[in-house]
Nanobody, 121 residues
């Protein structure tokens, strides 16, 4: 069993900052990519940022410069530092990880339960 548990969401004024955390636990052999997605009401879930085990990052154009993704491999944890938040960043943020549970298995995608981020104007 594998679990992804997110924390750090909340309500913040425009221009403020929040830091999201996502810790993976359970039967884990290795984690390749970890990332953050978000879904606003009435919209599709979209990639916010991702980070491979090799250190390659990808960001949505709308968050480049303002958001930074990082990870602590020893803790199986990924972070999302969000600065200069805007009302349009309001969404439920989901953590995602590609996890290999045993050495001879393949990577499987796992999702966290989501954490609400609300940015007031």
């Amino acid at each position: 069993q594998v679990q992804l548990v997110e924390s750090g969401g909340g309500v913040v004024q425009a221009g403020g900052s929040l830091r999201l955390s996502c810790a993976a636990s359970g039967s884990i052999f290795s984690i390749s990519a970890m990332g953050w997605f978000r879904q606003a009401p009435g919209k599709q879930r979209e990639l916010v940022a991702s980070l491979t085990s090799g250190g390659s990052t990808k960001y949505a154009d709308s968050v480049k410069v303002r958001f930074t993704i990082s990870r602590d491999n020893a803790k199986n944890t990924v972070y999302l530092q969000m600065n200069s938040l805007k009302p349009e960043d309001t969404a439920v943020y989901y953590c995602n990880a590609d996890i290999k549970r045993v050495a001879w298995s393949w990577n499987e995608g796992y999702w966290g339960q989501g954490t609400q981020v609300t940015v007031s104007s």
